[in-house]
């Protein structure tokens, strides 16, 4: 199990690696032709020694052994467009992208499983059929298009939320309270979009799980004894149904990095999504490899521990 | 002879019925889905067969509001955008159609590959398929994406090569299921190589299984043109829905003027019908083929 892990490892740092430097496209061309800047050339001379400095001269195996020593080390090199660390743009724009991906994540568990759960109790009437398809068609639409739409609605034509940014550029706070407040006014649209994005999904498992434990002899026994329906429903059935939506939280945390990659960029959001485009735009290998590796860690790291995490809660799993 | 001949033909018009029947097994939103495929397809025809180069050549004064000339408005070069959105259907639809032809074969080789053969071959391929399962599948297309350049036929590939793990693993488990059944050692014993089982035996047997996968498939492959060709690693001489969209995004004022009420929102819910429709689809013919199996 923990070779396994190690091993796609290995194979991601190689795709990282490998990937970059078969791109089309030079960084030299985009660092000397700017768009409506004087166009400076560098000498043949110089790009020699550009690419002596960042090790670029070197045969291919030679540059992999680097690599790998150099990130033990927690190095991720420099930026080539944007000549600074790129474990510190990462670090800056960090936060940014867990807020909004912690908070949908669980906002979207916690209404999905309680919604789930209320429509499995509710089974075949119309109320369950109308959440049903409304949680469907939610689930389905992708995050960005319902971005879009929210961004266009809301803070285009209504006006009631900030179009673009993270925070409200070169504003001064009187206090704690409306520093924050202006986070989460900018944050708002991100978290809702992905949020309905991910709903649809523990609204399923929710449901299904929920379906499945309501039909157990001992929810009978309860509703023998003259329980009250919300006691049942939350007290003994959700209980039992929890361990696969736990797991899910963990293991849907990949598909929501990449629905906010593109949210990200929907609602200019400073976070890691928007500064991979960026990357992507200029041709900056090494930040492009830093943003990946770093992202695909995480995964990794959160699929290793659903597979944990579901072991404990559910001992019956090998 | 003629007996023979009546019996193919009564057989086949049973399968024919047969399959009217599975969509009259699906439920209302599956049959919507269909309904509206098939209109995404005709709105593709007309725009082949009637429309010719509209929806590249300026038609009109630029970002005109709908009217009874331009029914969808023009684009800030003066496109019609309604011939846009019509050839924006064929790419789309083309797209998906042919990424998720590719993952379903390239799926069902491997699938079958590894299912028949087990032992090293097995291992090999279900670790690739556990590797692009935990891969971040949207960053390592847009790097994908922007290493191959941009092109329909790169972005099809791309997909493809991302999106062929599920089918595969479906039908490994299919022809692992398969292996074991009487009439495959028969006809082992009756000295059927490789090749023979495929054909023969293991690729009717998986077809309906992987058709399920496929169509399942169509709708992630339309959706991740899309995401790509948002973010501007579309081929920017397709016109698909996303390179529209991405267009008018970077519009400068979109935001503040009305334009977006046509240009954002036509090829926006075009998109979000089309998804939803195959979706539904999709969940319909799973629901059939579970009860069936």
């Given amino acids: 199990m923990k070779k396994h892990y190690f091993l ?9 690696f490998f990937l970059p430097r078969a791109m089309p496209g030079d960084p030299f061309l985009y660092i000397s032709v700017e768009e409506g800047g004087v166009a400076t050339t560098f000498s043949q001379n110089q790009i020699e020694q550009y690419k002596a400095y960042y090790g670029l001269d070197k045969p291919l195996y030679i540059q992999f052994f680097n690599y790998i020593r150099k990130l033990l080390r927690g190095d991720l090199g420099y930026s ?46 119309c109320a369950d059929k109308l959440m049903y398809i409304f949680m469907i068609v939610f689930s389905e639409i992708p995050s960005f298009l319902l971005g879009l739409l929210l961004l266009f609605v809301f803070a285009a034509k209504l006006k009631c939320f900030p179009l673009s940014g993270g925070i409200t550029a070169f504003a001064s706070y009187d206090t704690v309270w409306s ?73 849907s945390l990949g598909n929501l990095f990449g629905g906010a990659v593109l949210v990200e960029n929907v609602f200019a959001y400073p976070g890691v999504g928007k500064l991979m485009s960026e990357a992507v735009r200029t041709r900056d290998y090494v930040l492009i490899q830093g943003i990946f590796l770093v992202v695909a860690l995480m995964m990794l790291l959160m699929n290793c521990l659903a597979d944990i995490v579901y072991k404990k809660l559910d001992p019956r799993i090998i | 002879m003629n007996i023979s001949c009546f019996s193919t033909s009564k057989y086949m018009g049973k399968k024919v ?20 495929i098939l209109f995404m397809l005709f709105i593709g025809i007309v725009s082949i067969l009637f429309m010719g180069n509209s929806y590249k050549i300026p038609s009109g004064r630029s970002l005109e509001a709908p009217s009874l000339v331009h029914l969808l408005g023009t684009d800030d070069l003066g496109i019609d955008l309604l011939a846009q959105i019509c050839h924006g ?32 071959m097995d291992k090999l391929v279900m670790g690739i398929c556990d590797t692009l399962m935990v891969i971040p599948q949207l960053p390592l297309m847009i790097i994908l994406g922007a290493l191959f350049g941009p092109s329909i036929k790169n972005i099809v590939l791309v997909i493809a090569l991302l999106s062929w793990s599920r089918p595969a693993r479906i039908v490994r488990s299919k022809v692992l299921s398969m292996r074991h059944e009487r009439y495959i050692t028969a006809s082992q014993s009756y000295g059927a190589g490789f090749l023979h089982l495929v054909v023969k035996h293991f690729l009717p047997g998986v077809f309906p299984i992987m058709m399920v996968s496929v169509i399942g498939t169509i709708s992630h492959a339309i959706r991740a043109e899309a995401s790509l060709s948002f973010l501007g690693l579309g081929d920017p001489t397709s016109k698909s829905w996303g390179v529209i969209l991405n267009r008018s995004i970077n519009f400068k004022g979109i935001y503040f003027t009305d334009y977006w009420k046509w240009w954002v929102m036509a090829p926006l819910s075009m998109l979000i019908l089309l998804v939803l429709s195959i979706s539904f689809v999709s969940r319909d013919m799973e629901k059939v083929a579970n009860k069936k199996l």
């Fill in chain 1, 80 to 125: 080539i467009y944007y000549d600074t660390s790129v474990s510190k743009m990462i670090l800056i724009r960090m936060p940014w992208t867990i807020f909004i991906v912690v908070c949908s994540l669980f906002l979207s568990s916690i209404f999905g499983t309680i919604i789930g759960a209320i429509s499995a109790y509710v089974r075949e009437k």
């Fill in chain 2, 89 to 120: 259907a064929v790419v789309s639809i083309l797209v998906g159609f042919c990424s998720a032809a590719l993952a379903g074969i390239g799926g069902s080789i491997f699938g079958i590959l590894s299912g028949y053969y087990g032992g090293w």
């Fill in chain 1, 8 to 16: 796609i490892l290995f194979i991601i740092i190689a795709i990282n």
């Fill in chain 2, 17 to 36: 019925q047969g399959k009217f029947k599975i969509i009259k097994l699906f439920s209302t939103y599956g049959k919507f889905g269909i309904i509206v």
């Fill in chain 1, 179 to 251: 520093y924050w407040y202006d986070i989460l006014h900018h944050a708002a649209l991100p978290i809702i979009t992905l949020t309905l994005a991910g709903l649809g999904n523990y609204y399923l498992l929710s449901r299904n799980s929920m379906l499945s434990v309501l039909s157990k002899d001992y929810i009978n026994t309860a509703r023998a004894k003259g329980l009250k329906k919300g006691r049942i429903l939350f007290k003994h059935a959700l209980r039992n149904s929890l361990p696969p939506i736990i797991a899910r939280m963990f293991m």
